[in-house]
């Protein structure tokens, strides 16, 4: 194997984790720059550890499909300053920190809750939720957050409402969830929450056992003979996936809308162009980052050898403003056609809910457009304050008048 330019190189200090002020939708801009030289190089982790980034589009999908790279927990290497030095296994259920077969045995049983033709059968709730939020909006009157008034709500009701946690609990685990994905909670605070939803989903499996209904986690319960233990830990799995992410993207989307007007336009006066500007969206905010494996065997990557035990940091964001993949990336372009972007992952742990965030976003963003077709923000776009100490990045709040 010839020598490649990567390994001359000092390795990087440490994962680039800072935004350009000014430039909220923008990824940290040392990632451009990295990418540009060397789409896979050496990183120092923060517990010591000597791994890799990577940043280039066909090196993070590479790596995402390739079974010999693992997502088990204690396999890897946190990227994160202030993360613990090492990670306990997955606890049963947790989908993202296994490998097959146990990942393959949970994603099958999934995959029928999931599919194109359910989620479009649940567009009619979708835009139900939908329409009842833009009702207490109109209601209430400017001005208003956009957060707390139907980015978090539209999405929060449908997981709910599909898992089946009634009305009255799910204040309680869509406030759990936020504390779990906040990395500015201390871990205490951190595995409190995240034991608290587990325990929550389980009364609510054993309710589910007793009397099933017509929801995801009711079918759990009769197929694939599950424990107790997995199907608390499904649900808080799918809780978790389905309502930060999709919460954000709605919220961090409106605001990248409202920031480029040209864009919005175009969205409001057709929504047709609702599916493009979903997947573009996508791309361009990349809210879910970075992805982390480790190589279970020495692997050539980009000929580069990857050793067995080197973590690698996959940067989904820099990898979808790449170039080489999609040209003038760090523009905007809801009419672009931005299939193969990596906003929803890419292979095995590919996003398992994404069709259901589709379904979201494709009613709820044209339909807050055309209602309030002069919404706008109500402070300084610098005003807005940035999630950038979560793992799902976005707003906390956005501050919106009409």
Known sequence: MSEHPALHHEPLAALPLDRTAGRPFD????????????????????????GWLATGYATVRTILADPRFSSRYELL???????PGSLPP????????IDAPGHTRYRRLLMGKFTVRRMRELTARVEQFTNDCLDAMERQGPPADLVEAFAQPVPALMICELLGVPVSGRDVFQRHVHTV??????LDEQGAAYTAIQDLIHDLVLAKRAAPTDDVLSDLTHDGD?????????????LGAGLDTTANMLAHGTFALLSNPGQLAALRDDPGLADQAVEELMRYLTIADPGIRTALEDVDVDGHLIRAGDTVTLSHQAANRDPARFPDPDTLDV????TG???????PHQCLGQQLARVEM??????LLTRFPGLRLAVPPGDVPLRTASTIYGVHRLPVTW
Do not use: W
């Open 27 to 50: 990824p940290p801009a040392e990632l451009a720059e990295i990418r540009r030289q060397r789409p896979l190089t050496r990183m120092r982790y923060p517990d010591g550890h000597v």
């Open 77 to 83: 290497h946190v990227p994160h300053p202030g993360g």
């Open 90 to 97: 997955a606890s049963p259920g947790d989908m993202s920190g």
């Open 181 to 186: 994905t906040d990395r500015s909670r201390s």
């Open 226 to 238: 599950l424990t107790d233990a997995e199907l608390a830990g499904l649900g808080a799995f799918l």
């Open 335 to 338: 009419h672009r056609r931005a």
């Open 341 to 347: 972007h990596l906003g929803f992952g890419h292979g």
């Open 362 to 367: 494709r009613v709820a963003l044209p339909a």
